[in-house]
């Protein structure tokens, strides 16, 4: 079993910076494929960022040029470094470790952009 577990949520202002934090337990992390999703209130939940162990990574075109995802296996922990922040980022920030029938889901961050 693998504990996810997201932090670093918070209030910002628009144009401002955010890095959040996915961290899992267990030995088998760097081998994970590592998603952040989003979902803002009334609507669903959605696919920001992706990494896989293999150093791939795709991003939303929404925050394309704006987020940055990262991974230190060593720390079993993947970075999520949001920039100049807009109002419709905000959302509770998930984060998601999977590799075929394993699917982990941490509870979710708070993202606040205030305008």
């Known amino acids: 079993q693998v504990q996810v577990a997201e932090s670093g949520g918070g209030l910002v202002q628009a144009g401002g910076s955010r890095r959040l934090s996915c961290t899992a337990s267990g030995n088998i992390f760097r081998f994970l494929t590592v998603d952040w999703y989003r979902q803002a209130p009334g609507k669903q939940r959605e696919l920001v960022t992706s990494?896989?162990?293999?150093?791939?990574?795709d991003y939303a075109d929404s925050v394309k040029g704006r987020f940055t995802i990262s991974r230190d296996d060593a720390k079993n922990t993947v970075y999520l470094q949001m920039d100049s922040l807009k109002p419709e980022d905000t959302a509770v920030y998930f984060c998601r470790a999977r590799k075929g029938s394993l699917d982990f889901w941490g509870q979710g961050t708070q993202v606040s952009v205030s305008s």
């Open positions: 990494s896989s162990s293999g150093d791939y990574t």
